[in-house]
């Protein structure tokens, strides 16, 4: 889930830098990852109640769900960079058995 808003140049920054790159496309479609945003641009008291569970007040967050229900999320605050984006992917693992994962592509 990436925490996110227009106004935060901060997250504007780690979207283009680390993000929204070639490389972590590619390990979100191998590893079947469902990116999901939470957009704090307008006041939203159900992504407050998340962040403040995620022991965060603020923005940018990534939280990062290994398959592994009982694993606690992967937490990566403020700027980051691609290479920290993609240990984090890794270390969370597919969202699903390989068996399971489909390609779009065929």
Known sequence: VEFTARWCLTCQANMKFAIDRPKVAQLVDQNGVIPLLADWSEPSEEIMSKLK???SLSIPLLAIYPADP????????DAITESQL????????PSQPKS???SYTD
């Open 100 to 102: 399971k994962l489909t």
């Open 53 to 55: 569970e995620l022991d």
């Open 70 to 77: 009982s694993a606690d999320p992967i937490i990566l605050r």
């Open 86 to 93: 993609l240990r984090a992917l890794e270390k969370a693992g």
